[in-house]
């Protein structure tokens, strides 16, 4: 079982920056071909896909809103997935989750979420 703790959650301005991280524990080798990503739900709102990344490689998915603000990366070395956002408008509040699975979306394991509030 894959275990997820985001942090880096937190109340922002509009158009301020924030960087989520996602600490992946397994004690073995995260296969090249697994998707880890991140989903978000406003209150209200059913949960949204953001964004997410092949480990191995590959070109990274976003939601059409996220796309040239926000930038999702990862650091092999310590099972770290980040989702850097940028650029942040009131729209984006909710709770942000990371995500992972074999096939996209990546949906069978998840975090516990991390708060994101954008004041305006």
């Known amino acids: 079982q894959v275990q997820l703790v985001e942090s880096g959650g937190g109340l922002v301005q509009t158009g301020g920056s924030l960087r989520l991280s996602c600490a992946a524990s397994?004690?073995?080798?995260?296969?090249?071909?697994?998707?880890i990503g991140w989903y978000r739900q406003a209150p209200g709102k059913e949960r949204e896909f953001v964004a997410s990344?092949?480990?191995?490689?590959?070109?990274?998915n976003y939601v059409d809103s996220g796309k040239g603000r926000f930038t999702i990366s990862k650091d092999s070395a310590t099972k770290t997935v980040y989702l850097q956002m940028n650029r942040l408008k009131p729209e984006d509040t909710a709770v942000y989750y990371c995500t992972s699975g074999s096939d996209w979306p990546p949906r069978r394991h998840w975090g516990q979420g991390t708060q994101v509030t954008v004041s305006s």
């Open positions: 397994t004690s073995g080798r995260i296969f090249s071909s697994y998707i």
């Open positions: 990344i092949r480990w191995g490689a590959g070109t990274p």
